[in-house]
Each structure stands twice: as C-alpha cells, then as structure tokens.
C-alpha cells in the first residue's frame, strides 16, 4: 500500500502540543481517519463499533480512559464524548490529549458545547497537486511574499491530463487507479452521499430535489451564483421550489463538507465601484462536480469553457490546502464594474497577494493585465499593497513578467 504524505500530518503534530484536542472536519473519504491513526496512540472507531456507540451514551466518560494521543474517529456517532472531552480539557496538564475526526461540521445546539477556547479546528480536504505527487511544489505559496521573481521548470501536462485529475480527483483511495474507474466510483459516492448520507442525517428527505440543486450548482461552479437562480434552474412547471429550499440544501451541503464557498475579500480601493460580496460557489473536490455533469475527461476537451470553471475548482482546492499550511486564508475579489480576483492570500501578519486561475497559458497576458488594474486600485493608504501578484496555469516554466507578475504552474506550486 503507497503512504500518502498529507500537508495535515504536520499540522495536527503542532496542534497537538498546543491544544489538548484537535477536531479535525472534512468531507468523507478525503484521508481522515488515517491521517490522524498516524499520530495517535489508542482509537475508538464510533461509525464500526456498536459497542463503542452504546457505551458512548450509557458511559462516555469511560472511553476516555487510553494511551494518548486518542482518537475518536466519527464522533458524531456519540456526540456525548464530546461534551466529556470538553470537561476534561478543563483540568490542567491535558495538551495533545485526543484527536476527533468527523465528516461533517461540528454541531451547535442540541446540548453540545461548540467547543469555543477548548477546541482546535482543522478542515482536511481532498489531496492537493503535491500530496498526489502532481506538483513538485517547487513555489511556495507562502515564499511568494519575499520573492520579487521565481524560476523553476517542470512538465506541463497535455489537456487530457488536466482533465483526468480534475474527473479522478484527489481522493486517497483512488490513487494509482486507472481514470475511468476512478469516475465511476467517484459517481457511486456522490450517489451514496445524496441517497444515503443526506436522507440519514435527518436533514432532507427529498434526494431527487438535492441532486438537481447539486447539478445546477455544478453547472454554476467557481461562479457567484444566487439562490434564486439555482431554484429558478431546478423547478418544475408544476412544482416551483422556492429560494429559501435550496439555501437550506445548500447549507446541508457544507455541513456534509460537499460544497465550500469561498467568501468575498473587503479591503480598501480607490474607486466608486462598490465591493460585492457574494461568495463564489466551489465542491470541497471538483471531481464531485465532473460526476454530477457526467463529464469525462474527453468530453471536457470538447467543452472547454466547462473545463475551466472545473480546473479553476481543481486550483482553488490546492490553495486552500497549501494556504491552511502557510496559516493563511483564501478569498476573492470582485466589484460593479465586474473587475475580478480568483484568490486572494492574505497571511497571518496582514501581508497578502493576488492571484488569477487560467487553464491555458495562452491566457496569461490578459489575467496579468486585470492584476495590475486591481493593484492600481488598491488604496495604499488604507490598505497595504499586494505583496505578489501571480497566474496560476498550466505551463512548462514558472516565471516573472517584466511587468513583475509571477506565472505558475499548477505542477510547481506548494505550500
């Protein structure tokens, strides 16, 4: 069996000496479970053991009792040990203690403490270009601040290629697969999560409804798109569906960790166009929306306007990922006159940059172009200026412009 090397396993490491536990969220089948196994010593599986749930509502606090650190692996399952765990936390002398791992987000209400000032939170997401050995993550993410010009050379991949990773995704238990088994099985999950989990977690019973809101968010990926529209897009004659409907699904898909909006960056211009603020609507793995679209990767080469929202989603996984490591936050600019931003990196200490997500690289001069107009509008003496600004593509060579634009290939960014 290949080791998967994950940008988490260091993260948890540090925030287990810091923390006395770690939640770690993330959409089912993104490498949980054995990512956090890794660094625990002792484990109570909820969602295999019977006997684990019982004794988690009878008498949680005696599962408590093991080597350290200890994993609960889907919690929710019992989520009294969540509320026994928080009781610990409170006595001294308890940092790295337990690990829980769930995949869905922590609930609130329901006599659960939401673990504010006891919890450290971690998102875990589908396998980025490096950890499935796509990126040689030759330029760093978070390098980009101090670097006023980067080189490097790596391959870039024919079309096909791009879209086989984007129809395959990043899940662990694909890797190494052939891409056409990797499509189906990908589209049994998203089934099984529509047909089984979501009817399950007494959260919707409609899967026929869920997966036409799915399927049009799907057509609308890496886009902005409104409630109204998608309900507009899945209602019938007989049978209007109203905003509020696909809000509450949409909520329910990123509890479940399906979907993740990305929010809207409000810094500082020097312009009368007002911001807007609207988050842009992304999958947690941009495979979910190529099994919902039925697309292949062949199909995608017919389709290449599709086939750019879609690599777009591919990127925007990776920046999260490689972001979370870097402990900076990912969001994207947009304003009335339409001027746009793909991905604003903003680090821990305010410094931040800008980047633009193109498939070809016969795009690049045009994304350059609107990064140095938003720069241009930045207002530097409210706002501190971009510390980079950068394309992300598809490309043989990772460069500066002249015009101080960095170009980047998807198969060399790294955390």
């Not at 329901?110 to 998102?123: K, M």
């Not at 209007?240 to 509450?248: A, F, G, L, M």
């Not at 925007?316 to 600019?333: E, G, I, K, N, P």
């Amino acid at each position: 069996m290949t080791v998967i090397r994950r940008y988490l396993e260091q993260e948890l490491e540090q925030a287990l000496s810091e923390f006395g536990a770690v939640v770690i969220e993330g959409p089912k089948w993104c490498g949980k479970t054995f990512t956090a196994a890794q660094l625990c010593k002792s484990h109570v599986y909820f969602d295999i053991d019977v006997n684990a749930r019982r004794l988690g509502t009878a008498s949680p606090r005696m599962l408590l009792d093991g080597e350290y650190p200890r994993l609960f692996d889907e919690w929710q399952f019992a989520k009294e040990i969540w509320n026994q765990v928080r009781a610990q936390l409170n006595e001294p002398g308890f940092e790295g203690h337990y690990v829980l791992t769930g995949s869905a987000m922590a609930p609130i209400g329901d006599n659960v403490h939401t673990g504010t000032g006891r919890f450290h939170f971690l998102t875990m997401r589908t396998m980025s270009s490096v950890e499935a050995n796509v990126s040689s993550g030759a330029i760093s993410l978070s390098a980009l601040n101090s670097a006023s010009t980067i080189g490097a050379k790596t391959t870039k991949l024919p079309l096909l290629a791009v879209f086989e990773l984007i129809c395959r995704g990043g899940w662990p238990a694909l890797y190494g697969e052939p891409t056409k088994s990797s499509i189906k099985k990908v589209r049994s999950y998203v089934k099984a999560v529509v047909n089984r989990d979501l009817v399950e977690s007494n959260a919707g019973r409609n899967p026929a409804l869920a997966t036409r809101v799915l399927k049009s968010l799907a057509r609308n990926v890496s886009s902005e798109v409104k409630f109204s529209t998608i309900a507009k897009d899945v209602s019938g004659s007989a049978a209007p569906v109203k905003d509020e409907t696909v809000s509450n699904y949409m909520s329910i898909f990123s509890r479940m960790m399906i979907t993740e909006d990305l929010p809207a960056w409000n810094g500082h211009l020097r312009s009368s166009y007002a911001l807007r603020t609207s988050p842009k609507r992304y999958f947690s793995d941009p495979s979910i929306a190529a099994a919902l679209l039925l697309a292949t990767p062949e199909k995608l080469l017919a389709d290449l306007e599709t086939a750019g929202l879609l690599f777009e989603n591919l990127v925007m996984r990776d920046l999260r990922v490689y972001a979370q490591h870097a402990d900076a936050t990912v969001s994207h600019f947009r304003d009335a006159s339409s001027l746009e931003v793909d991905a604003i990196i903003e680090s821990y200490d305010g410094t931040w940059g800008a980047i633009e997500i193109k498939l070809s690289d016969h795009q690049v001069d045009v994304a350059a172009a609107s990064l140095l107009k938003f720069r241009d509008r930045v207002d530097t003496s409210k706002q501190t200026a971009p510390k980079f600004l950068a394309v992300v593509t598809n490309t043989e060579y990772s460069y500066t412009r002249p015009d101080g634009v960095h170009v980047i290939s998807i198969t060399a960014l790294g955390a």
